[in-house]
């Protein structure tokens, strides 16, 4: 093989290089460049470009996601090309002055070369020097480039979705799975245990991608064992959270217009569970497609089976030459991952002896990996003497399937047999994780063993290269995973292992670990960044929690666990599982001495928990009061302060204005008392939330605008006070921004709404976007009637309700959608009521009354005006009952607009005297303009234009601030005040005048 390339370098004459100059300022792991006039060294090769010095591989005008070390390597080959670069000079430049095992270096390689898809026998780019290093062998060019755009990755927060591996003679099952999904719904690939089904629903998946405009999503079920968990773990790899009893029907109808692929991985341990849930997402005949994978059928009506045979295998044919052995796919397969893990090149000399250890392997994949990784301690020879004792203790006459899935299992045993001590006992203790783990989890499981970090490191390495242990590059960290068929054999091991119950209680300290820096970096990480660094510990916080809570565990621990669990629950709106985990640690709280002490955050989660899932009766009333008396008991004042917000907004929600100031007040002694500026805000920012419902709005106004500087100079945040990381921001600006709008600041109003809406949907703080659209933006929208924006609003909140767990907003987003849909003209006054009604029934009473206002204008202009009349009264009576004196105004507008389709004119204008007093009192311009509009409605039927003048008038603008907005209330004002002047006009000219008839009704 030639290794010796033609490299050209080449220089202008007229570029300068600025060295020593910033070059931006994005942080390390986030690739990004932007326009500057400098000029840069990269080195350009095949269709990719590196630039070191902003630590960015590029392929065509795409950024390649590889962390500083492997860059670091590449960059080294790169520079030396055609040389061979040994593996202690590659380690000493990337990690220099670090202590690092060569195995690390290999996944590094291996992950270079997977990103440069040079992962064949014969190398494009990176060759391996058996024993001594490596080489790159292909043409590179080194220029001197302006800096260009590229798109920004932030490596941390990238897809979930898994990275195809290499395959091997795989070809027409790739067509023929491709094919399968294009005519139906439901693909299986069934097959032995490690012949490649999880690898080839990958690769397909990815292949297929641009046919699924809505994404493709992958769910792997290996991660637990309970089939009670399939819906969740389904719900949450595509996005979705929601009841476990509501889920089917949710996802059916998520899916149900979406183009989107779901490949659920793993199916045979949880079979039924997965069956069942399967079957009643295809019934909804969607646009998406279903590919799973499971060692038998699901039994599936309309289930197309995939089956996948293992690798060929030359068979008794003799084997002449590497040539012809490279000819089959499973010796191409063990040639490529031999060259990979220890550099071996496959001869002629061993062609017959590695052709028959692939023959006597079943052409199972993962077997020929775990084999080829041996080729360090045995040659061909050895290894398949080493590995026929193993498998020649299969029964005879087996079922092929089966024998085959024995074949994976006895080959995992040789390997177990030929690891080192450290090696083996490590193995094992790995097994408890569910997903995947870093270094430092590893040195905590250790440490059981008291293993010293040389010892960790290489018993580590020593997994990952006898291919026991996957350790994949995300970012700058190694993240290190045990395939489903070896942790179930390690965990067998493990179950009469002496440190078995080590192994736990460290899993779980472990978990305890990383949920308490996940609080602590809370307050200052980009939320996204946040949810996926720390969600995906969701499957071992889960199987931690099982451990704690079980016969041999360690409840104290588990309610440690349940406790730092609270805001990764709060942030994934994980309301079902949050119950169900909080529920069992209040239970052991009770059993426990000084039990409840402890169970204060798990109380107030509990309620707060009862509450986004509308059990908002007796059950959370007694919620509240216990978390209450339990952080009393705690005697923290945090905690005391985190029961008081949630009471408050408790309190509101539930028609109890009253009793949430009585709360504000003593929320207010104990942030004085102890001098908490911090929560002496968020009880500011409280109140007024409070008092703008009960009428007070210019007062609101003026404190919330000094809120809001106070907020931008920059506050301590208060963990106790905040659940979600933009919650003060969101809950300030949209109190303000009612205040704005009834006060006649449209503008500023609908801005603040469109900003903070933009706001959490980067952040994807869907919490804080449904509060806002279902109590601001929806009810804004609405009076300025603008229904296509409603429209959209009301499409937004659906779609977050089907991925979040927020079943508080439900009939909040049933109702204005409805309302939407009666507006272009569709019967949907049941619909209407059934939302007013689910309301009233889940006691969420909080705007109750505005929203039978609008349903009896509604049916006011249905000429259902008995039911108007009968709807407005009750709507009244409950403002009254609930003090919400915000909207009394407007209710009184709508009771004038029923009285004089029912004739009654001197009370219908009584009533709407009254309201303009009210508006103009509570200093609500908007509503003012609402009612002035109708009296001027009536002054100018009864020919009296000059009251109608004078009454429009005063209301021509708002404010010195505000210009008129394009609303529908404005719109109507000008109208009416422009027919007015003219008809006045000509009334004193003692011209006849008569107004036409208005065939539109105004109410």
Known sequence: MNLQPQVKWEVSADSQLRDNQPVDGTPPGINAVRVETIKEIAFTFGPFRLIPSRQLLIRGRSPVKLGARALDVLHLLLTRTGEEVSKDALIEFAWPNVFVDQANLKVHISGLRRALEDTFPNPTYIATIPGRGYQFVAPVQKELIDQEHYTSIDQQAASGFPVPSTLVGRQRDLQAIARALEFTNLVTLVGPGGVGKTSLAIA????????????IHFVDLSVSSDPTLVPHLIATSVGIRTEMSDFVPVLRSHLRDKRALIVIDNCEHVLHAAATIVSQLIQEKARGRLLTTSREPLGVSSEHLQRIEPLGVPGPKAINSAMDAMSYPSVELFAIRALESTGYELNDQDAQAIADLCERLDGLPLAIEIAAAKLDQFSPSELLESLRGRVAQLGQGEEKSHARHRTLWATLDWSYRLLSIEEAMLFRLLSVFAGPFEWTEVAGMARILRYSPYTTTLALGGLVAKSLISADLDGEQLRYQLLFSARDFAAEHLINDPYARDAHHQHAVSVLTTLQKAETEWSWVDNRLWRTR????????????DWCFGASGDPTLGISLAIAAIRLWNEQSSTIDQLYQVDRALQHCVMLPEGLKRGAQLATSRAWGLLHARRLRSEADNAWNTALEV????????????VHCGRVIFFVYTGRCDQAIIVLDQFA???????????????????????IHLGHVVEVRIQLEQLAKELDRGLSISRAASRYGLQRLVSVQTTLALANWLSGRPRSAVGAIEELLSRTSEARQLIGQAHVLALFAMPLALWMGDIETLERYTKMLRDILNVENIALWDPVQRFYEHVARQARGHHAIEEIQSAIQDLVKDNFVFRTPMYLGVLAQILLRSGQREQAQETIESALKLQHQLQERWCLPELMRIKGSVLEALGEHAMADAWRRRALEGAQRDGSRFLELRVANDLAETALDSGDFSSAVNLLCPITKFSDEEEEFPTEDFGRRARLLAEARTLASSAAYNVPTMRPMVTTKHD
């Open 669 to 691: 002694r104990i942030a004085e008392h102890a001098n908490d500026q911090a929560s002496l805000f968020d009880e500011a920012r409280l109140r007024a939330f409070v008092s």
């Open 631 to 642: 952080a009393r008991l705690d005697g923290g004042v945090d905690q005391e302060i985190a």
């Open 534 to 545: 720390y969600g995906e510990k969701a499957a071992d916080l889960r199987k931690a929690l």
């Open 204 to 215: 397909v998946a990815h292949i297929i991608r641009k046919k699924y405009p809505d994404g």
